[in-house]
């Protein structure tokens, strides 16, 4: 996977780690590593002046907004239900 692939999706659109999977044809269980790759596009975006954001995960039962990139289980309702995070380039 490359950085500058990750990088030029979401300069596009807002998309989440496995709309990214799908988009580049990497097996859904590296999603781990595409989270990594977020990480460090974020870092390589900052030193070129640009932004990455978040639009943080939310609980589909309760509504309960997330600050981490990838949870599993809401701490309010413990519910799996769980809207995943999207992330695009500030324009
Ligand atoms: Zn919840």
Redesign the pocket.
């Known amino acids: 996977m490359r950085i500058e692939d990750v990088i030029s999706l979401l300069e596009k659109e807002p998309m989440t780690a496995r709309e990214i999977c799908y988009a580049l044809q990497i097996d859904p269980s590296q999603e781990k590593e595409v989270f990594e790759a977020i990480k460090r596009s974020a870092k390589i975006l900052k030193r070129k002046g640009k932004q990455l954001l978040m639009i943080p995960p939310k ?6 907004q997330f600050e981490t990139m990838n949870p599993s289980r ?6 799996e ?2 809207e995943p995070a999207r992330f695009f380039v500030q324009p």
């Open positions: 609980c589909r039962k309760c509504g309960f809401c701490p309010k309702c413990k519910s239900w769980i």
